[in-house]
């Protein structure tokens, strides 16, 4: 696509759930940025006709249409893929399309728990390229958070993630990157600050400044040796929360929050570059979506 240059896919992703939450205070703060090469075709975050209980973008790519990155139930499930940069995968010859596994969890049409879903992957994540899972499952009692991953060195298992503040970009789930440890200091603060209900409003705009945090976290080890076939110049810019690399035609194209709150009220936001993409000059788009958790 770009040569040697090719800038790998990246993501961020901020977490925090609360099982005890006060009846002010969020149960979920979800925020997360997608980001891409600016001529990928992508269906920003709409309501599916196939399933009106599911919001979420999809991707449009030729042989990865319909797959996604970030989905939401009202159901009561989430989940978010992350690729992991640097790895090699373990088998090519059955190289899939991961998009899907966000999607398959979201819609259960398999009817599986989560833990069974879980299993399931992990026996044939050898089949992906490497990529990391994070899925939700929400009920009125409840917020449960698992994460799975098939890169080199991961356990070939899933594992609860307990509540609170998390952060996950695109490294090994136990060794991330400097812009995933300061952003997730940073989201926490945001949290602690804002995260209730009368500050809704203020909440989402202090998320949606981490999101377009463009400060450079470099140098970061783990980044550039994930990254060693690029040039220092192009890992440095990949080293911020919001990436901006309109030479390579890349860079952060989306924002996504989603808050639920004890009621099971559910806010689903999205801004994100209206297509054709001019990275000099770029036009955002906005859409919210409320609704309210099914099995609340």
């Known amino acids: 696509m770009l040569g040697i240059e090719a800038v790998p896919v990246m993501c961020i992703l901020f977490l925090h759930t609360d099982n005890n939450a006060a009846p002010d205070k969020f149960r979920l703060i979800l925020a997360s940025n997608r980001d891409e090469y600016y001529k990928r075709p992508t269906r920003q975050a709409h309501i599916w006709e196939e399933d009106p209980t599911v919001i979420g973008g999809r991707d449009l790519e030729p042989g990865r249409e319909g797959g996604s990155w970030l989905v939401l139930s009202t159901k009561g499930r989430i989940a978010v893929l992350l690729n ?114 009368e500050n809704k409003d203020k909440l989402i705009q202090e998320l949606l400044v981490l999101l377009k945090w463009e400060k450079s976290h470099f140098p970061d080890p783990v980044l550039q ?54 990275p000099q000059n770029p036009s955002w788009t906005s859409i919210k979506f409320s609704s309210q958790l099914m099995n609340h």
């Not at 009817?111 to 499952?137: A, N, R």
């Open 225 to 278: 040796q994930r990254l060693k076939q690029l040039t220092p110049s192009v890992i440095e810019k990949t080293s911020s929360v919001f990436i901006n690399i309109p030479e390579r035609g890349y860079g952060t194209r989306t924002h996504s929050i989603i808050l639920i709150d004890g009621d099971g009220k559910i806010d689903f936001m999205e801004w994100t570059m209206e297509e054709p993409i001019d």
């Open 84 to 197: 992991v940069t640097g790895e090699n995968i373990k088998d090519p010859s059955t190289k899939i399309g991961r998009g899907f596994l966000a999607v398959d969890f979201v819609t259960n049409k398999e009817q599986k728990t989560q833990e069974e879903y879980h299993e399931k992957i992990s026996l044939h994540g050898y089949k992906y390229s490497p990529f990391s899972l994070v899925t939700i499952d929400i009920s009125s009692e409840n917020i449960n958070v698992q994460q799975y991953s098939n890169a080199s060195g991961s356990k070939d298992h899933a594992e609860n993630v307990g509540s609170g503040p998390r952060g996950w970009g695109n490294c090994l789930l136990d060794n991330p990157f400097r812009k995933v440890t300061v952003g997730t200091s940073r989201f926490k603060e945001v949290v602690e600050t804002y995260g209730t209900k």
